[in-house]
């Protein structure tokens, strides 16, 4: 249970002190890492499917609040994502700084992939330039923040090594 | 390989999933109006707390700045005052258009940021809101009075103060109202004026200011920094006077005007008056 509660205010903060305060000031050319998939990640990663899902949920939802015209689309696409992650972790070795920086930037990815083809579908706006000018340098500034992070994570006794 | 086992069923899982993909994608298809009002009322549930508290605590921050800037701008206009009046009262009694009435430079405000207290040190650190080309013996000053002097740069936001209370400090002082020149020191819990004649006019409630005139001592390095304060800065009061009959120099008492304890704006007088005035310290 203190290891639930500890993780659980790891990502909170880490999703919401992290997008809103952070990340603002780390951009580089607006371009700046997403805190709420590291966070969802570092969570799926510790505590598996359900918590993840259910807090993708909960920070796409609030994501949205910024953007109603889109409600439910971060949610979407955060909940799918932690899920997706807390599936995996069990045939993920993601000790490695290689593998967890290439686990953020597909999720990274994966996330924008289905919001942009979505959006573009409602809104009539296009899929491929959000893509490659935006998704594409965010995942690799993801990546390479998530990797720190998650170390850092490790360290925190978040993420355990087991035999 | 990093991995905990999971407390959940697959079917759990897949329900989670289920349940949030369809609260998710039923938010999604709602006309476009009910959206907006949907996103409305969980905006007041989930975020409206964040953003009060966050642009309370903004505004707060906000203020302060303000605050600061107009303390500054106050603080130059009453130093300006005083000494247009102090230029005035150098006239009346014939001090010569050459003595310095006090006060040429810009005020840099600085927050308190730090209070160190020990046996032989007493400082502040400081921080500028804006970079500063400071060096060390600058003169500080609140709004109430002189406090003390650079004593150390960090970078040109932030430097150390040493304050008047510290040992071994002293300070060349003038009583407003005659002109008479003495030297400030601390002396455990008070600050006393020293070398001020048994036979000169000081009352209890005098006025006294930076004198702005340089208190040499014999010191090893000829090449130590001078401190040099303007004329001018409010100090304190006197509040005790007295002549014992075996000394030569009366002894009085100073209230300093500046409060040491609690943290407030403060100024950098900088930058100074042309090395007219000036005072040193072994």
Partial sequence: MRDFLRTTVIWVLLAFVGDTLIAPGIAIKGIAPDFSVIALILLALSQGAVPATLAGFVVGLVQDLSNPTLLGLHALCKCGLGFGVGSLRGRLVYGLAVVNGAIIMVAVLAHDLLFLLVKSRLTDEGFLGPFFTQSLPVAVYTGLVGVAVLRLAEYAGVLRQED | MLEKPSRFSLGGEILTLVVCVVLSVTLLVLPHDTRIVVADRLGIVLTSPYWKVRNFGEDITRTQTENTLLKQ??????????????????????????????????????????????????????????????????????????????????????????????????????????????????????????????????????????????????????????????????????????????????????????????????????????????????
């Fill in chain 2, 73 to 282: 701008q106050l603080t130059e206009l009453e130093m300006t005052l005083a000494a247009g009046e102090r230029m005035g009262r150098d006239a009346i009694r014939m001090a010569g258009p050459a003595l310095d009435p006090g006060y040429e430079g810009e005020m840099v405000p600085c927050r308190v940021v730090m209070r160190q207290r020990g046996r032989f040190a007493t400082m502040l650190k400081i921080r500028s809101l804006s970079p500063v080309d400071w060096e060390p013996w600058l003169p500080v000053i609140s709004s109430k009075g002189y406090l003390g002097r650079v004593r150390a740069v960090i970078n040109d936001r932030e430097a150390w103060v040493e304050l008047m209370i510290a040992p071994e400090f002293a300070l060349g002082v003038e009583l407003e109202r005659t002109g008479l020149l003495g030297i400030l020191r601390p002396r455990a819990d008070r600050f006393v004026v020293e070398m001020i004649g048994r036979d000169e006019d000081v009352r209890v409630g005098d006025a006294v200011i930076t004198s702005g005139i340089a208190e040499v001592r014999d010191s090893d390095d000829p090449d130590k920094p001078v401190a040099l304060t303007p004329r001018g800065f409010p100090v304190g009061r006197v509040t005790e006077v007295s002549s014992p009959s075996e000394q030569l120099f009366k002894e009085i008492i100073l209230e300093p005007g500046a409060a040491f304890d609690y943290n407030e704006t403060v100024f950098v007088v900088t930058p100074l008056g042309g090395g007219r005035s000036g005072e040193a310290r072994r």
